[in-house]
């Protein structure tokens, strides 16, 4: 019987979003319901009881009334408006991995060359969580973090490895789980945002909690992409903090991204006058991170050269780089 109810609700609402284009003096609305509470069919017998106990809200009067009220009232085309409380059994996944084969992928991205640092262990890709991936980090080990701590003896991820990071979750969302690998080309990360540092305490193993979903946008993807960390309270009895760090959207294309070329001049190196010993005594940077060579600043704007004799940001030094975090 759902079966019927849900094909009979997406029927209604597919005939009324088309009465726009064939019929559009007219304003046609759907409105499906789900069991009630107090009044109707489902507040009599057995079925609030099973409900309950499935951990799924009815529809209570004083919300629903109310709600159609203002859709049959309201003027205009306001899309979707959806009503609901608990959801319960109805969003548990039958399958923890979101049937997933993440051993088939984890061991396809072990062997994969060049390696993905910044992803470690798949979890799962679950329906209504998406992808999820753990990797930890360990600051004594990579350069980008030891290297990198504004606080001294607190590493805090750098924002140019957070985005690697989310580029890479992305393309392990369309990667083969044989090999790895994409046929997909990251082309952008937009709409990054950084909620707060992700910083390594007394230069201690941290986690990344990684989420990813994908849209389609025309003939692109976009990964929306998250960072996060869940931080277990040492007093027994609290739930978990969970805290997000970065997130962003990544777009996907399905063919290579070109690059530019820049009509430019670069002056003689010996014509800067800022050394790289001076630039650096004002920031916190290590080796790894200490990218600029030369410098000067004139009236005319700043003018710098990148070093090209870094050491490794990374450990193995030769990983994958999708967004040249340096």
Request: net charge negative; proline share 7%; glycine share 8%.
């Amino acid at each position: 019987g759902q079966s019927d109810y849900s094909s009979a609700n997406d029927l209604l609402c597919k005939i009324s979003s088309s009465m726009r284009s064939w019929r559009p003096e007219t304003r046609g609305i759907a409105i499906d319901w789900t069991a009630w509470g107090e009044i109707g069919m489902a507040s009599r017998g057995s079925v609030q009881q099973i409900l309950e106990a499935l951990g799924i809200d009815m529809l209570p009067p004083e919300a629903g009334v109310p709600t159609i009220r203002r859709e049959l009232t309201y003027g205009g085309t306001r899309g979707e408006v959806l009503v609901a409380g608990r959801l319960g059994a109805w969003l548990e996944e039958t399958d923890p991995a979101g049937g997933l084969d993440t051993g088939k992928l984890n061991a396809a991205l072990a062997n994969r060359e060049p390696k993905l640092l910044m992803v470690g262990e798949v979890k799962s890709a679950r329906l209504y969580g998406g992808l999820e991936i753990e990797t930890t980090l360990v600051p004594a080990e990579q350069p980008f973090l030891f290297d990198h701590a504004p606080d001294e003896g607190t590493p805090w991820l750098p924002g140019v490895m957070a985005t690697e990071t989310l580029a890479e979750l992305a393309t392990v969302l369309v990667a083969r789980s044989e090999t790895g690998h994409s046929s997909w080309h990251v082309a952008a990360v937009e709409n990054e945002q950084m909620s707060g540092a992700f910083k390594f305490f007394r230069m201690e193993a941290r986690t990344l909690y990684l989420n990813a979903t994908i849209t389609p946008d025309g003939d692109d993807l976009v990964a929306h992409t998250t960072l996060q960390s869940v931080t277990v309270p040492k007093r027994e009895g609290l739930p978990p903090q969970i805290k997000e760090h970065f997130s962003a959207d990544v777009r996907l294309t399905s063919a290579p991204v070109e690059g530019q070329n820049v009509e430019f001049t670069p002056p003689a190196l010996e014509s800067l006058d800022i050394t790289t010993e001076e630039v650096y005594k004002s920031f916190f940077h290590g080796p790894a991170y200490q990218v600029i060579e030369r410098a000067q600043v004139s009236d005319k704007g700043v003018v710098a050269v990148f070093s090209d004799s870094l050491p490794p940001n990374t450990s193995p030094a030769d990983v994958e780089s999708l967004v040249a975090p340096r």
